[in-house]
T-cell receptor, first 116, second 112 residues
Framework: DTEVTQTPKHLVMGMTNKKSLKCEQHMGHRAMYWYKQKAKKPPELMFVYSYEKLSINESVPSRFSPECPNSSLLNLHLHALQPEDSALYLC???????????????FGEGSRLTVL | GNSVTQMEGPVTLSEEAFLTINCTYTATGYPSLFWYVQYPGEGLQLLLKATKADDKGSNKGFEATYRKETTSFHLEKGSVQVSDSAVYFCALPNTGFQKLVFGTGTRLLVSP
């Protein structure tokens, strides 16, 4: 069982809709991440939050808006998406933002997004 | 910057066969190296890691040795099971340790 919980598991939205993806972890981790994964590709980093502050934005379009309300929660707000944004969105966490060096990222099962 | 190259898949094996998935890296210094696994319909899980040259990471019967002479971190398992069918990603931190750099992934299919 994963300790990073993502909801919803599946989401279908139109290009004019506004929706949100949610992620929750209770491991006391202080770094949280959003990744995007297209079919048959590796995950691509989108955002990193460290101690509830945005520390990395990988030049993601503004139609994706992250939010970290507290140390356990991470949201990704979606607005005016394009069909090419359809993908699996993965949330991850680690003890600190040095998780990239220790490699100990804990991933959720992902939210599969389809944009019509 | 740091990068990894993985063998193309899919790798198709019968149960109990020996597995090798090749991974070579290019890096400044000697960063930690990782193998992640993604089972169907799931997120990624850290499978094993090695933090310095000549280290051997192991987990669930899988092993990989950090070889600086050949800049390799090949994943091996002596006897695969159907349940090992998944996509395997080799990874290392980028030069500034700001993110993980993943290989392209290798799909493993194990038949009974």
């Amino acid at each position: 069982d994963t300790e990073v919980t993502q909801t919803p598991k599946h989401l279908v939205m139109g290009m004019t809709n506004k929706k949100s993806l949610k992620c929750e972890q209770h491991m006391g981790h202080r770094a949280m991440y959003w990744y995007k994964q297209k079919a048959k590709k590796p995950p691509e980093l989108m955002f990193v939050y460290s101690y509830e502050k945005l520390s990395i934005n990988e030049s993601v379009p503004s139609r994706f808006s992250p939010e970290c309300p507290n140390s356990s929660l991470l949201n990704l707000h979606l607005h005016a998406l394009q069909p090419e944004d359809s993908a699996l969105y993965l949330c991850a966490s680690s003890r600190t933002d040095m998780g990239f060096n220790t490699g100990e990222l804990f991933f959720g099962e992902g939210s599969r997004l389809t944009v019509l | 910057g740091n990068s990894v190259t993985q063998m193309e898949g899919p790798v198709t094996l019968s149960e109990e066969a020996f597995l090798t998935i090749n991974c070579t890296y290019t890096a400044t210094g000697y960063p930690s190296l990782f193998w992640y696994v993604q089972y169907p319909g799931e997120g990624l899980q850290l499978l094993l890691k090695a933090t310095k040259a000549d280290d051997k990471g192991s987990n669930k019967g899988f092993e990989a040795t950090y070889r600086k002479e050949t800049t390799s971190f090949h994943l091996e398992k002596g006897s695969v099971q159907v349940s090992d069918s998944a996509v395997y990603f080799c990874a290392l931190p980028n030069t500034g340790f700001q993110k993980l750099v993943f290989g392209t992934g290798t799909r493993l299919l194990v038949s009974p």
